[in-house]
């Protein structure tokens, strides 16, 4: 089995008014990197990205042998 890892962004874009209320928009990235060799990628995304980072988190998969 072939291990995989990535990272799964999840953040906050515009606040949109719907009606009487404002409702607060989402958004969920996943990036497939090797952080080893794919850093660069990983900084460019994030410089790029709009609104704020709500979370961060590691998407790893077990490499058997």
Same mark, same amino acid.
């Given at each position: 089995?072939?291990?995989?890892?990535?990272?799964?962004?999840? %953040?906050?874009?515009?606040?949109?008014?719907?009606?009487?209320? %404002?409702?607060? $928009?989402? $958004?969920?990235? $996943?990036?497939?990197?090797?952080?080893?060799?794919?850093?660069?990628?990983?900084?460019?995304?994030? %410089?790029?990205?709009?609104?704020?980072?709500?979370?961060?988190?590691?998407?790893?998969?077990?490499?058997?042998?």
């Amino acid at each position: 089995m072939k291990g995989g890892q990535g990272i799964v962004f999840i %953040n906050q874009g515009k606040t949109q008014k719907k009606g009487s209320e %404002n409702m607060k $928009r989402y $958004r969920v990235h $996943r990036l497939d990197i090797k952080m080893e060799k794919d850093q660069e990628k990983l900084e460019q995304f994030l %410089n790029d990205m709009k609104g704020e980072v709500v979370s961060i988190i590691p998407h790893v998969t077990p490499k058997f042998s």
